[in-house]
Protein backbone atom coordinates (compact mmCIF):
# COMPACT_ATOMS: atom_id res chain seq x y z
CA UNK A 1 0.00 0.00 0.00
CA UNK A 2 1.47 3.34 -0.88
CA UNK A 3 2.08 6.53 0.89
CA UNK A 4 -0.25 8.22 -1.62
CA UNK A 5 -2.64 5.87 -1.91
CA UNK A 6 -3.52 6.61 2.44
CA UNK A 7 -2.35 10.34 1.55
CA UNK A 8 -5.67 10.06 -1.02
CA UNK A 9 -7.94 8.66 1.55
CA UNK A 10 -6.97 10.94 3.71
CA UNK A 11 -8.11 13.38 2.17
CA UNK A 12 -11.64 12.10 1.56
CA UNK A 13 -11.97 10.86 4.89
CA UNK A 14 -11.24 14.70 5.95
CA UNK A 15 -14.09 15.92 3.62
CA UNK A 16 -16.64 12.90 5.42
CA UNK A 17 -15.50 13.45 9.25
CA UNK A 18 -14.14 16.62 9.28
CA UNK A 19 -10.40 18.00 10.78
CA UNK A 20 -11.24 16.99 14.46
CA UNK A 21 -11.81 13.47 13.49
CA UNK A 22 -9.02 12.25 11.03
CA UNK A 23 -5.85 11.29 13.14
CA UNK A 24 -2.68 11.84 10.41
CA UNK A 25 0.02 13.15 13.03
CA UNK A 26 2.54 11.01 13.25
CA UNK A 27 3.11 11.68 17.29
CA UNK A 28 -0.37 11.30 17.92
CA UNK A 29 -1.18 8.30 15.71
CA UNK A 30 1.47 6.34 18.45
CA UNK A 31 -1.32 6.63 21.05
CA UNK A 32 -3.12 4.14 19.07
CA UNK A 33 -0.43 1.76 18.05
CA UNK A 34 -0.96 -1.50 20.51
CA UNK A 35 -4.22 -2.49 22.88
CA UNK A 36 -3.89 -4.14 26.22
CA UNK A 37 -1.30 -6.43 24.81
CA UNK A 38 2.06 -3.97 24.47
CA UNK A 39 4.58 -6.13 22.90
CA UNK A 40 2.33 -6.32 19.07
CA UNK A 41 2.79 -2.54 18.12
CA UNK A 42 2.12 -1.12 14.83
CA UNK A 43 1.76 2.50 14.22
CA UNK A 44 -1.67 3.16 11.87
CA UNK A 45 -1.59 4.99 8.92
CA UNK A 46 -4.80 6.68 9.44
CA UNK A 47 -6.91 7.02 12.56
CA UNK A 48 -10.86 8.41 12.28
CA UNK A 49 -12.63 9.11 14.99
CA UNK A 50 -16.31 8.64 13.92
CA UNK A 51 -19.30 9.05 15.93
CA UNK A 52 -22.08 7.76 13.95
CA UNK A 53 -23.02 4.45 12.53
CA UNK A 54 -23.29 6.39 8.31
CA UNK A 55 -19.86 8.09 9.22
CA UNK A 56 -18.51 4.62 9.84
CA UNK A 57 -20.03 3.04 6.51
CA UNK A 58 -18.88 5.81 5.25
CA UNK A 59 -14.93 5.05 6.01
CA UNK A 60 -15.61 1.79 5.55
CA UNK A 61 -16.50 2.43 1.54
CA UNK A 62 -14.04 4.85 1.20
CA UNK A 63 -11.30 1.65 2.12
CA UNK A 64 -12.95 -0.50 -0.47
CA UNK A 65 -12.68 2.33 -2.80
CA UNK A 66 -9.58 2.56 -2.36
CA UNK A 67 -8.72 -0.90 -1.47
CA UNK A 68 -6.99 0.00 2.17
CA UNK A 69 -7.78 -2.69 5.34
CA UNK A 70 -9.25 -0.92 7.98
CA UNK A 71 -9.67 -2.11 11.68
CA UNK A 72 -11.98 -1.29 14.15
CA UNK A 73 -10.97 -0.16 17.77
CA UNK A 74 -12.91 0.37 20.92
CA UNK A 75 -11.51 1.17 24.47
CA UNK A 76 -7.93 -0.53 23.47
CA UNK A 77 -8.10 -2.90 26.58
CA UNK A 78 -8.04 -6.34 24.64
CA UNK A 79 -5.30 -8.56 25.54
CA UNK A 80 -4.92 -10.30 22.24
CA UNK A 81 -3.79 -7.94 19.85
CA UNK A 82 -7.36 -8.15 18.20
CA UNK A 83 -7.27 -4.37 17.29
CA UNK A 84 -3.58 -4.14 16.30
CA UNK A 85 -3.75 -1.75 13.63
CA UNK A 86 -2.40 -2.06 10.34
CA UNK A 87 0.73 0.52 8.80
CA UNK A 88 -0.79 0.90 5.66
CA UNK A 89 -4.75 0.64 6.72
CA UNK A 90 -7.33 2.95 8.23
CA UNK A 91 -8.00 2.20 12.31
CA UNK A 92 -11.68 3.22 13.35
CA UNK A 93 -12.00 4.16 16.74
CA UNK A 94 -15.58 4.06 18.26
CA UNK A 95 -15.03 5.40 21.68
CA UNK A 96 -16.77 8.84 20.82
CA UNK A 97 -19.92 6.75 20.19
CA UNK A 98 -21.00 6.59 23.99
CA UNK A 99 -24.34 7.09 24.76
CA UNK A 100 -27.27 4.73 26.14
CA UNK A 101 -29.65 4.81 23.45
CA UNK A 102 -32.69 3.25 25.30
CA UNK A 103 -33.82 1.12 28.26
CA UNK A 104 -36.76 -0.73 28.33
CA UNK A 105 -37.13 -2.19 31.76
CA UNK A 106 -40.64 -4.14 30.52
CA UNK A 107 -38.47 -6.23 28.07
CA UNK A 108 -35.35 -6.49 30.21
CA UNK A 109 -33.33 -4.86 27.17
CA UNK A 110 -31.18 -1.72 26.78
CA UNK A 111 -30.01 -0.50 23.65
CA UNK A 112 -26.49 1.28 23.58
CA UNK A 113 -23.66 2.40 21.40
CA UNK A 114 -20.39 0.56 21.12
CA UNK A 115 -18.32 2.89 22.91
CA UNK A 116 -20.47 2.61 26.24
CA UNK A 117 -18.39 1.03 28.69
CA UNK A 118 -19.69 -2.47 30.15
CA UNK A 119 -19.83 -1.23 33.86
CA UNK A 120 -21.82 1.79 32.76
CA UNK A 121 -24.95 0.17 31.17
CA UNK A 122 -25.32 -1.84 34.83
CA UNK A 123 -24.78 1.81 36.76
CA UNK A 124 -27.49 2.99 34.45
CA UNK A 125 -30.34 0.46 35.61
CA UNK A 126 -28.61 -0.68 38.82
CA UNK A 127 -31.37 1.67 40.98
CA UNK A 128 -34.20 -0.14 39.31
CA UNK A 129 -32.77 -3.70 39.90
CA UNK A 130 -31.20 -4.55 37.09
CA UNK A 131 -27.55 -5.31 35.94
CA UNK A 132 -25.32 -7.02 32.78
CA UNK A 133 -24.22 -9.66 33.61
CA UNK A 134 -20.84 -9.95 31.76
CA UNK A 135 -18.07 -8.60 34.05
CA UNK A 136 -14.93 -8.75 32.41
CA UNK A 137 -12.04 -7.33 34.59
CA UNK A 138 -11.74 -4.08 32.77
CA UNK A 139 -15.41 -3.47 33.05
CA UNK A 140 -14.56 -0.08 33.68
CA UNK A 141 -13.28 0.89 30.97
CA UNK A 142 -13.90 -1.94 28.39
CA UNK A 143 -16.38 -0.62 25.76
CA UNK A 144 -19.58 -3.02 24.90
CA UNK A 145 -18.18 -3.09 21.44
CA UNK A 146 -14.58 -4.61 22.02
CA UNK A 147 -16.71 -7.43 24.45
CA UNK A 148 -18.71 -8.38 21.27
CA UNK A 149 -15.67 -8.82 19.47
CA UNK A 150 -14.44 -10.74 21.95
CA UNK A 151 -16.71 -12.82 23.22
CA UNK A 152 -16.26 -10.94 26.62
CA UNK A 153 -16.62 -13.41 30.06
CA UNK A 154 -15.72 -12.53 33.18
CA UNK A 155 -15.72 -13.90 37.07
CA UNK A 156 -19.24 -14.43 36.43
CA UNK A 157 -19.49 -16.29 33.45
CA UNK A 158 -19.73 -19.77 35.00
CA UNK A 159 -23.31 -19.00 35.62
CA UNK A 160 -24.15 -16.21 33.52
CA UNK A 161 -22.88 -16.95 30.40
CA UNK A 162 -20.54 -14.81 27.59
CA UNK A 163 -21.09 -11.60 25.79
CA UNK A 164 -22.99 -13.64 23.22
CA UNK A 165 -25.88 -14.75 25.93
CA UNK A 166 -27.31 -11.48 26.26
CA UNK A 167 -26.28 -9.94 22.82
CA UNK A 168 -30.22 -10.01 21.86
CA UNK A 169 -29.44 -7.78 18.09
CA UNK A 170 -26.92 -6.05 16.55
CA UNK A 171 -26.59 -2.97 14.20
CA UNK A 172 -23.85 -3.24 11.56
CA UNK A 173 -21.89 -2.48 9.33
CA UNK A 174 -20.50 -4.72 7.00
CA UNK A 175 -17.30 -5.00 5.01
CA UNK A 176 -18.62 -3.34 2.15
CA UNK A 177 -20.28 -0.79 3.97
CA UNK A 178 -23.75 -1.37 4.55
CA UNK A 179 -25.60 -0.85 7.26
CA UNK A 180 -28.06 -4.23 8.27
CA UNK A 181 -29.57 -5.61 11.53
CA UNK A 182 -28.92 -9.21 13.14
CA UNK A 183 -31.47 -10.05 15.95
CA UNK A 184 -31.46 -13.65 17.78
CA UNK A 185 -35.00 -13.58 16.82
CA UNK A 186 -34.26 -13.86 12.86
CA UNK A 187 -35.18 -16.82 11.21
CA UNK A 188 -32.32 -19.42 9.09
CA UNK A 189 -28.81 -19.50 10.50
CA UNK A 190 -27.77 -17.94 13.62
CA UNK A 191 -25.75 -14.37 11.97
CA UNK A 192 -25.89 -12.81 15.19
CA UNK A 193 -23.74 -15.99 16.92
CA UNK A 194 -21.67 -16.27 14.49
CA UNK A 195 -20.67 -12.07 14.61
CA UNK A 196 -20.14 -12.52 17.90
CA UNK A 197 -16.52 -13.08 18.80
CA UNK A 198 -15.79 -12.76 15.41
CA UNK A 199 -12.97 -10.17 16.18
CA UNK A 200 -14.02 -7.44 13.96
CA UNK A 201 -13.44 -10.28 10.55
CA UNK A 202 -17.35 -10.13 9.58
CA UNK A 203 -17.81 -6.09 10.08
CA UNK A 204 -18.39 -3.26 12.62
CA UNK A 205 -20.77 -3.47 15.46
CA UNK A 206 -22.40 0.27 16.07
CA UNK A 207 -25.21 -0.67 18.03
CA UNK A 208 -25.91 -3.00 20.69
CA UNK A 209 -29.22 -4.78 22.14
CA UNK A 210 -28.25 -6.02 25.46
CA UNK A 211 -29.97 -8.47 27.59
CA UNK A 212 -30.56 -6.62 31.59
CA UNK A 213 -30.70 -9.50 34.37
CA UNK A 214 -32.59 -8.81 37.77
CA UNK A 215 -30.60 -8.37 40.60
CA UNK A 216 -30.35 -11.70 42.66
CA UNK A 217 -32.52 -11.52 46.21
CA UNK A 218 -29.18 -12.14 48.03
CA UNK A 219 -25.51 -12.04 47.29
CA UNK A 220 -22.75 -14.09 49.30
CA UNK A 221 -19.10 -13.58 49.26
CA UNK A 222 -16.88 -15.81 50.89
CA UNK A 223 -12.86 -15.72 50.67
CA UNK A 224 -11.14 -19.09 51.55
CA UNK A 225 -7.79 -19.28 52.52
CA UNK A 226 -5.20 -22.26 51.40
CA UNK A 227 -1.62 -23.33 52.14
CA UNK A 228 -1.28 -24.17 48.36
CA UNK A 229 -3.45 -24.85 44.92
CA UNK A 230 -4.18 -28.38 45.53
CA UNK A 231 -6.17 -28.00 48.11
CA UNK A 232 -7.86 -25.13 46.35
CA UNK A 233 -8.22 -27.29 43.72
CA UNK A 234 -10.46 -29.59 45.74
CA UNK A 235 -12.31 -27.44 47.17
CA UNK A 236 -13.45 -26.07 43.80
CA UNK A 237 -14.18 -29.77 42.54
CA UNK A 238 -15.77 -30.76 45.96
CA UNK A 239 -18.59 -27.40 45.17
CA UNK A 240 -19.26 -28.19 41.44
CA UNK A 241 -19.54 -32.03 42.09
CA UNK A 242 -21.98 -31.37 44.90
CA UNK A 243 -24.30 -29.24 42.27
CA UNK A 244 -23.75 -26.18 43.57
CA UNK A 245 -22.95 -23.21 40.97
CA UNK A 246 -21.88 -20.74 42.07
CA UNK A 247 -22.26 -17.13 40.32
CA UNK A 248 -18.02 -17.04 40.48
CA UNK A 249 -15.58 -19.15 41.93
CA UNK A 250 -12.18 -17.53 41.41
CA UNK A 251 -8.46 -18.88 42.77
CA UNK A 252 -4.94 -16.64 42.82
CA UNK A 253 -1.76 -18.50 43.86
CA UNK A 254 1.17 -16.91 46.47
CA UNK A 255 2.76 -14.77 43.84
CA UNK A 256 -0.55 -13.55 42.28
CA UNK A 257 -1.39 -12.82 45.94
CA UNK A 258 1.75 -10.86 46.39
CA UNK A 259 1.01 -8.21 43.12
CA UNK A 260 -1.94 -7.92 44.37
CA UNK A 261 -1.13 -6.54 48.14
CA UNK A 262 1.56 -4.83 46.14
CA UNK A 263 -1.07 -2.85 44.05
CA UNK A 264 -3.88 -2.22 46.15
CA UNK A 265 -3.48 -3.25 49.49
CA UNK A 266 -6.10 -6.23 49.55
CA UNK A 267 -5.20 -7.63 52.86
CA UNK A 268 -5.87 -11.27 52.30
CA UNK A 269 -4.89 -14.06 54.94
CA UNK A 270 -1.50 -13.97 55.72
CA UNK A 271 0.77 -16.91 54.16
CA UNK A 272 -1.78 -17.77 51.55
CA UNK A 273 -0.91 -20.24 49.62
CA UNK A 274 -3.84 -19.74 47.36
CA UNK A 275 -7.45 -17.98 47.72
CA UNK A 276 -10.34 -18.89 46.53
CA UNK A 277 -13.52 -16.46 45.75
CA UNK A 278 -16.89 -17.91 46.14
CA UNK A 279 -19.79 -15.58 45.00
CA UNK A 280 -23.20 -16.83 45.50
CA UNK A 281 -26.39 -15.32 44.51
CA UNK A 282 -30.42 -16.20 44.33
CA UNK A 283 -33.18 -16.81 46.58
CA UNK A 284 -31.80 -15.90 50.30
CA UNK A 285 -33.53 -19.38 51.24
CA UNK A 286 -31.15 -21.23 48.65
CA UNK A 287 -28.07 -19.19 49.24
CA UNK A 288 -28.29 -20.24 52.81
CA UNK A 289 -28.19 -23.56 52.29
CA UNK A 290 -25.13 -23.51 49.47
CA UNK A 291 -23.00 -21.55 51.76
CA UNK A 292 -23.38 -23.78 54.35
CA UNK A 293 -22.25 -26.54 51.81
CA UNK A 294 -19.60 -24.04 50.44
CA UNK A 295 -17.83 -23.67 53.95
CA UNK A 296 -18.07 -27.47 55.16
CA UNK A 297 -16.25 -28.67 51.77
CA UNK A 298 -13.68 -25.21 52.13
CA UNK A 299 -12.61 -26.63 55.94
CA UNK A 300 -12.81 -29.97 54.90
CA UNK A 301 -10.26 -29.12 52.18
CA UNK A 302 -8.18 -27.81 53.97
CA UNK A 303 -8.94 -23.69 54.14
CA UNK A 304 -7.31 -22.03 57.15
CA UNK A 305 -9.46 -18.85 57.24
CA UNK A 306 -12.55 -17.86 56.15
CA UNK A 307 -14.05 -14.80 55.51
CA UNK A 308 -17.80 -13.85 54.41
CA UNK A 309 -18.21 -10.48 53.57
CA UNK A 310 -21.33 -8.90 55.70
CA UNK A 311 -21.77 -5.62 52.99
CA UNK A 312 -21.50 -4.48 49.63
CA UNK A 313 -17.76 -2.25 50.81
CA UNK A 314 -16.82 -5.71 52.10
CA UNK A 315 -17.62 -7.69 49.04
CA UNK A 316 -15.81 -5.21 47.30
CA UNK A 317 -12.80 -5.35 49.19
CA UNK A 318 -12.88 -9.47 48.99
CA UNK A 319 -12.42 -8.72 44.64
CA UNK A 320 -10.06 -5.91 44.59
CA UNK A 321 -7.69 -8.40 44.74
CA UNK A 322 -8.80 -10.30 42.09
CA UNK A 323 -9.91 -7.44 39.57
CA UNK A 324 -6.94 -6.03 39.99
CA UNK A 325 -4.69 -8.86 38.98
CA UNK A 326 -3.72 -8.53 35.79
CA UNK A 327 -2.07 -4.57 36.42
CA UNK A 328 -0.76 -5.61 40.01
CA UNK A 329 1.80 -7.88 38.66
CA UNK A 330 3.47 -4.61 36.99
CA UNK A 331 4.46 -4.10 40.89
CA UNK A 332 6.72 -7.02 41.17
CA UNK A 333 7.88 -7.39 37.65
CA UNK A 334 9.29 -4.87 34.86
CA UNK A 335 7.16 -6.72 31.52
CA UNK A 336 4.62 -9.70 31.96
CA UNK A 337 2.98 -11.32 29.21
CA UNK A 338 -1.06 -12.25 29.81
CA UNK A 339 -2.09 -15.79 28.92
CA UNK A 340 -5.57 -16.99 28.63
CA UNK A 341 -6.24 -20.78 28.03
CA UNK A 342 -9.03 -23.45 29.13
CA UNK A 343 -8.68 -26.88 30.30
CA UNK A 344 -11.02 -29.35 31.80
CA UNK A 345 -12.03 -28.67 35.72
CA UNK A 346 -10.73 -31.74 36.73
CA UNK A 347 -7.37 -31.69 34.68
CA UNK A 348 -6.29 -28.30 36.63
CA UNK A 349 -4.51 -29.76 39.14
CA UNK A 350 -2.09 -31.58 36.96
CA UNK A 351 -1.89 -28.48 34.53
CA UNK A 352 -0.93 -26.33 37.03
CA UNK A 353 2.04 -28.38 38.60
CA UNK A 354 3.60 -28.55 34.88
CA UNK A 355 3.17 -24.90 34.62
CA UNK A 356 5.45 -24.83 37.85
CA UNK A 357 7.53 -26.70 36.36
CA UNK A 358 8.01 -25.18 33.08
CA UNK A 359 8.43 -21.90 35.86
CA UNK A 360 11.66 -23.74 37.34
CA UNK A 361 12.89 -25.00 34.23
CA UNK A 362 13.01 -21.61 32.16
CA UNK A 363 13.62 -19.66 35.02
CA UNK A 364 10.28 -17.61 34.12
CA UNK A 365 8.04 -17.01 37.11
CA UNK A 366 4.61 -17.19 36.89
CA UNK A 367 1.68 -15.90 38.39
CA UNK A 368 -1.58 -18.02 38.46
CA UNK A 369 -5.13 -16.22 38.52
CA UNK A 370 -8.30 -18.19 37.05
CA UNK A 371 -11.81 -18.85 36.62
CA UNK A 372 -11.60 -22.23 38.62
CA UNK A 373 -15.27 -22.75 37.50
CA UNK A 374 -14.76 -23.16 34.23
CA UNK A 375 -10.92 -24.19 33.97
CA UNK A 376 -9.88 -20.91 32.15
CA UNK A 377 -6.86 -20.28 33.05
CA UNK A 378 -4.92 -16.43 32.83
CA UNK A 379 -1.27 -17.25 33.97
CA UNK A 380 0.94 -14.13 34.01
CA UNK A 381 4.11 -14.82 32.70
CA UNK A 382 6.35 -12.34 34.04
CA UNK A 383 10.25 -11.31 33.32
CA UNK A 384 12.42 -8.60 32.91
CA UNK A 385 12.96 -6.99 29.56
CA UNK A 386 15.90 -5.48 30.63
CA UNK A 387 17.66 -9.34 30.66
CA UNK A 388 19.38 -10.42 27.44
CA UNK A 389 17.29 -13.64 26.32
CA UNK A 390 13.97 -13.51 29.44
CA UNK A 391 11.75 -11.89 26.91
CA UNK A 392 12.32 -15.21 24.87
CA UNK A 393 12.11 -17.72 27.44
CA UNK A 394 8.85 -15.89 28.76
CA UNK A 395 7.41 -16.41 25.23
CA UNK A 396 8.52 -19.78 25.09
CA UNK A 397 6.90 -20.60 28.57
CA UNK A 398 3.65 -18.72 27.51
CA UNK A 399 3.63 -20.82 24.26
CA UNK A 400 4.06 -24.13 26.19
CA UNK A 401 1.19 -23.20 28.62
CA UNK A 402 -1.18 -22.98 25.53
CA UNK A 403 -0.17 -26.58 24.47
CA UNK A 404 -0.69 -28.02 27.56
CA UNK A 405 -3.94 -26.82 27.53
CA UNK A 406 -4.82 -28.30 23.70
CA UNK A 407 -2.99 -31.19 24.66
CA UNK A 408 -5.35 -31.71 28.09
CA UNK A 409 -8.55 -31.21 25.83
CA UNK A 410 -8.67 -27.26 26.78
CA UNK A 411 -8.64 -24.58 23.96
CA UNK A 412 -5.89 -22.14 23.45
CA UNK A 413 -8.06 -19.37 24.42
CA UNK A 414 -11.23 -18.79 27.07
CA UNK A 415 -12.02 -15.18 26.65
CA UNK A 416 -9.21 -13.01 25.18
CA UNK A 417 -9.77 -13.86 21.51
CA UNK A 418 -7.28 -15.15 18.77
CA UNK A 419 -6.18 -11.78 17.71
CA UNK A 420 -2.88 -11.22 16.11
CA UNK A 421 -0.95 -13.43 19.39
CA UNK A 422 -2.41 -16.38 19.26
CA UNK A 423 -3.47 -16.88 15.58
CA UNK A 424 0.05 -18.97 15.20
CA UNK A 425 -1.66 -21.87 17.67
CA UNK A 426 -5.10 -22.29 16.15
CA UNK A 427 -3.22 -25.03 13.70
CA UNK A 428 -2.68 -27.31 17.24
CA UNK A 429 -6.70 -27.06 17.88
CA UNK A 430 -8.13 -27.18 14.11
CA UNK A 431 -6.59 -29.14 10.73
CA UNK A 432 -6.34 -27.15 7.57
CA UNK A 433 -9.88 -28.20 6.43
CA UNK A 434 -11.38 -26.74 9.96
CA UNK A 435 -9.64 -23.85 9.13
CA UNK A 436 -10.21 -23.37 5.52
CA UNK A 437 -14.24 -23.91 6.75
CA UNK A 438 -14.48 -21.17 9.24
CA UNK A 439 -12.80 -18.72 6.35
CA UNK A 440 -15.35 -19.42 3.71
CA UNK A 441 -17.81 -17.79 6.83
CA UNK A 442 -15.40 -15.08 6.47
CA UNK A 443 -14.95 -14.81 2.84
CA UNK A 444 -19.01 -14.47 2.79
CA UNK A 445 -19.10 -11.74 5.14
CA UNK A 446 -15.83 -10.01 3.71
CA UNK A 447 -14.67 -11.08 0.34
CA UNK A 448 -11.58 -8.59 -0.12
CA UNK A 449 -10.51 -9.36 2.84
CA UNK A 450 -10.18 -5.75 3.92
CA UNK A 451 -11.95 -6.03 7.73
CA UNK A 452 -9.10 -6.68 10.10
CA UNK A 453 -7.13 -8.60 8.21
CA UNK A 454 -3.83 -10.92 9.70
CA UNK A 455 -5.86 -11.82 12.16
CA UNK A 456 -7.19 -15.29 14.37
CA UNK A 457 -5.94 -17.07 11.25
CA UNK A 458 -2.10 -18.42 10.95
CA UNK A 459 -1.86 -17.58 7.35
CA UNK A 460 -3.82 -15.56 4.12
CA UNK A 461 -6.24 -18.50 3.09
CA UNK A 462 -9.48 -18.33 0.71
CA UNK A 463 -10.25 -15.08 -0.65
CA UNK A 464 -7.71 -13.68 2.21
CA UNK A 465 -4.80 -14.69 0.28
CA UNK A 466 -2.52 -11.98 -0.58
CA UNK A 467 -1.04 -11.78 -3.30
CA UNK A 468 -2.58 -13.68 -5.74
CA UNK A 469 -5.52 -15.86 -6.27
CA UNK A 470 -6.17 -19.13 -4.92
CA UNK A 471 -5.06 -22.24 -7.32
CA UNK A 472 -7.69 -24.96 -7.69
CA UNK A 473 -11.43 -25.24 -6.01
CA UNK A 474 -10.91 -25.54 -2.50
CA UNK A 475 -12.30 -29.38 -1.77
CA UNK A 476 -15.10 -28.33 0.48
CA UNK A 477 -16.48 -26.13 -2.58
CA UNK A 478 -15.74 -28.73 -5.19
CA UNK A 479 -17.61 -31.46 -3.30
CA UNK A 480 -20.65 -29.35 -3.06
CA UNK A 481 -20.42 -29.24 0.72
CA UNK A 482 -19.71 -24.94 0.77
CA UNK A 483 -19.82 -21.97 -1.53
CA UNK A 484 -17.22 -19.81 -2.32
CA UNK A 485 -18.35 -16.25 -2.75
Known sequence: MGTKTL???????????????????PVRLRTYECDGLTHHRATPGVVVLPETAEQIAAVVRLCNDHGVPFVARGAGTGLSGGALPRTDGVLIVTSKMRRILSIDLADRRAVVEPGVTNLAITEAVRDQGYYYAPDPSSQQVCSIGGNVAENSG???????????????ALEVVTPDGDIVELSDADPGYDLLGAFVGSEGTLGIATKVTVRLTRAPETVTTLLAAFDGIERGGQAVSAIIGGGILP???EMMDAL?????EAAVACAYPEGAGAVLIVELDGPAAEVAHQFGEVTRICRESGAFELRVAADPVERAAIWKGRKSAFAAVGRISPAYIVQDGVVP????????????????????????????GDGNLHPLVLFDDAEPGAGERAALVSGRIL???????GSITGEHGVGVDKSRYMTKMFSDDDLDT?????CAFDPRGLSNPGKVFPTPRLCGEVPGVRKGVHPLVESGQAEQF
Not at 7 to 25: P, Y
Not at 154 to 168: P, Q
Not at 403 to 409: I, M, N, P, R, W
Open 7 to 25: DGLAGRLLEVLGHGAVITD
Open 154 to 168: GAHCLKYGFTVNHVL
Open 247 to 249: AAI
Open 256 to 260: AIEAA
Open 345 to 372: RTALPEVLASIDRLSREYGIRVANVFHA
Open 403 to 409: DLCVEHG
Open 438 to 442: MQLVR
